[in-house]
């Protein structure tokens, strides 16, 4: 007998109405599967936890053309800082823009809606079991839904819930300053205050933008608030923020049995910016085609390995370079990042400005730095490890 707290069958169940979960909930629900979204936040989009950065060539593959209020901000270069040096790349050929993630995911979430997915808010998915061939999800307040497979997309929590260490802390401002160039995005190595990653300046506009730290062990709330010191008054905090962010690369495998997994939850997030919206999209869409294909043919699971099989072809190698470069940049100190900037030349810099791919870095990074004194340093901070490196190096 059902209960009334029971509901009818889906196809498909996905956990997270964010980017990775709301591109699978369309792709599944375009190829006529009954999918149902649940997202524990009250609205899509809400609490945006996101620099929002991502190439027009990205969103071209993800099928968004956004509107223009989803489009906040056009890049054109970026500033890389260490402590005592910078230098300025022209990202003009990369057609880098800054989203507002809250309209951004509302438009993913009306497409898919157009295609027949349904979406409920404020659904907070408490548990998951597996019984009869069926998934039983419950909801707080005691809802069940049932569904034949499951998506998780529920974020970096997911990674968290299975134990996994390593996450990162993360913090991200929106502020109003009058030092927050409209075309420029900054980027700022420190290895003492931020280690293993940096901190950024995302311009939203001239005189605004977010402002975000990262890095291991680190508490985001007093370095934000030293970073905005030292850029001195006045300025305006409008928003805060504080997430925590993956850098450690993909976890495979990417489903079991009817389980899929998606997004940040699967860790496909750039392990060198921890940038997602174009890589677990994808991760979204290949899920979804997946799954639509082993449903319509009644042959569960079949096709869910070319989900896999599709998201490494795309994006597996890419992530090991970024992978290994992070590892050089994370043992330099910062004499040592000092060295390596003043160092880089001009036609380096041009080349990287002219040839520059946002969405595959890998290769910029690599010129950057592929220099005798990095290679040097390289050798100092790593010793042993060093050979492998070299030759895993030589094959970016
Ligand atoms: C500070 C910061 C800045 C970033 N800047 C960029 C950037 O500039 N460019 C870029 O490409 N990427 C950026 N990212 C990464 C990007 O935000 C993520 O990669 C992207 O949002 C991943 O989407 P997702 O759908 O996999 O997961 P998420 O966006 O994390 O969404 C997970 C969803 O699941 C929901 N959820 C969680 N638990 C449950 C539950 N139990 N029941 C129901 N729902 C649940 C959450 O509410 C959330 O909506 C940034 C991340 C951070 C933290």
């Given at each position: 007998?059902?209960?009334?707290?029971?509901?009818?069958?889906?196809?498909?169940?996905?956990?997270?109405?964010?980017?990775?979960?709301?591109?699978?909930?369309?792709?599944?629900?375009?190829?006529?599967?009954?999918?149902?979204?649940?997202?524990?936040?009250?609205?899509?989009?809400?609490?945006?936890?996101?620099?929002?950065?991502?190439?027009?060539?990205?969103?071209?593959?993800?099928?968004?053309?956004?509107?223009?209020?989803?489009?906040?901000?056009?890049?054109?270069?970026?500033?890389?800082?260490?402590?005592?040096?910078?230098?300025?790349?022209?990202?003009?050929?990369?057609?880098?823009?800054?989203?507002?993630?809250?309209?951004?995911?509302?438009?993913?979430?009306?497409?898919?809606?157009?295609?027949?997915?349904?979406?409920?808010?404020?659904?907070?998915?408490?548990?998951?079991?597996?019984?009869?061939?069926?998934?039983?999800?419950?909801?707080?307040?005691?809802?069940?839904?049932?569904?034949?497979?499951?998506?998780?997309?529920?974020?970096?929590?997911?990674?968290?819930?299975?134990?996994?260490?390593?996450?990162?802390?993360?913090?991200?401002?929106?502020?109003?300053?009058?030092?927050?160039?409209?075309?420029?995005?900054?980027?700022?190595?420190?290895?003492?205050?931020?280690?293993?990653?940096?901190?950024?300046?995302?311009?939203?506009?001239?005189?605004?933008?977010?402002?975000?730290?990262?890095?291991?062990?680190?508490?985001?709330?007093?370095?934000?608030?030293?970073?905005?010191?030292?850029?001195?008054?006045?300025?305006?905090?409008?928003?805060?923020?504080?997430?925590?962010?993956?850098?450690?690369?993909?976890?495979?495998?990417?489903?079991?049995?009817?389980?899929?997994?998606?997004?940040?939850?699967?860790?496909?997030?750039?392990?060198?910016?921890?940038?997602?919206?174009?890589?677990?999209?994808?991760?979204?869409?290949?899920?979804?085609?997946?799954?639509?294909?082993?449903?319509?043919?009644?042959?569960?699971?079949?096709?869910?390995?070319?989900?896999e099989e599709n998201w490494l072809f795309k994006f597996g190698k890419?992530?090991?370079?970024?992978?290994?470069?992070?590892?050089?940049?994370?043992?330099?100190?910062?004499?040592?990042?000092?060295?390596?900037?003043?160092?880089?030349?001009?036609?380096?810099?041009?080349?990287?400005?002219?040839?520059?791919?946002?969405?595959?870095?890998?290769?910029?990074?690599?010129?950057?730095?592929?220099?005798?004194?990095?290679?040097?340093?390289?050798?100092?901070?790593?010793?042993?490890?060093?050979?492998?490196?070299?030759?895993?190096?030589?094959?970016?």
């Amino acid at each position: 007998m059902t209960t009334s707290l029971e509901h009818s069958s889906f196809d498909a169940i996905v956990g997270g109405g964010s980017v990775s979960g709301l591109f699978a909930a369309r792709e599944m629900a375009s190829k006529g599967m009954r999918v149902l979204v649940l997202e524990e936040d009250h609205e899509i989009g809400t609490p945006e936890h996101c620099g929002g950065v991502v190439s027009q060539t990205g969103l071209e593959s993800l099928g968004i053309i956004p509107r223009m209020k989803t489009v906040d901000n056009e890049i054109k270069s970026a500033v890389i800082k260490t402590r005592n040096k910078s230098f300025k790349i022209d990202s003009t050929n990369q057609r880098v823009i800054v989203i507002d993630r809250r309209s951004f995911d509302k438009e993913i979430a009306f497409q898919a809606q157009e295609h027949g997915a349904e979406i409920n808010t404020r659904s907070s998915i408490t548990s998951i079991a597996f019984e009869h061939d069926l998934f039983k999800i419950r909801v707080k307040g005691g809802e069940i839904y049932k569904s034949k497979y499951f998506v998780d997309a529920r974020g970096v929590g997911s990674l968290v819930n299975k134990g996994m260490r390593n996450i990162i802390p993360s913090g991200q401002y929106e502020v109003y300053a009058p030092w927050i160039v409209k075309d420029t995005i900054e980027v700022i190595f420190d290895a003492d205050l931020y280690p293993g990653f940096f901190a950024w300046v995302i311009p939203t506009g001239e005189g605004k933008g977010k402002v975000g730290v990262a890095g291991k062990n680190i508490n985001p709330y007093i370095l934000l608030e030293s970073f905005l010191n030292s850029r001195g008054r006045p300025y305006s905090i409008i928003r805060k923020i504080y997430a925590p962010i993956w850098i450690n690369g993909y976890v495979k495998p990417f489903f079991k049995g009817k389980n899929v997994i998606v997004g940040d939850a699967a860790g496909q997030t750039k392990p060198t910016t921890a940038g997602g919206i174009y890589t677990g999209g994808m991760g979204g869409i290949f899920a979804g085609r997946a799954i639509a294909l082993s449903h319509g043919e009644g042959k569960e699971g079949k096709y869910l390995n070319e989900y896999e099989e599709n998201w490494l072809f795309k994006f597996g190698k890419e992530f090991d370079r970024l992978l290994l470069l992070r590892k050089v940049l994370e043992r330099l100190d910062n004499k040592s990042l000092d060295k390596i900037f003043s160092e880089v030349s001009n036609s380096t810099l041009d080349n990287i400005s002219e040839t520059g791919d946002f969405d595959f870095h890998s290769f910029s990074l690599k010129q950057f730095l592929n220099t005798k004194t990095t290679l040097n340093l390289i050798y100092t901070f790593m010793g042993n490890e060093y050979r492998k490196l070299i030759k895993d190096l030589s094959k970016i």
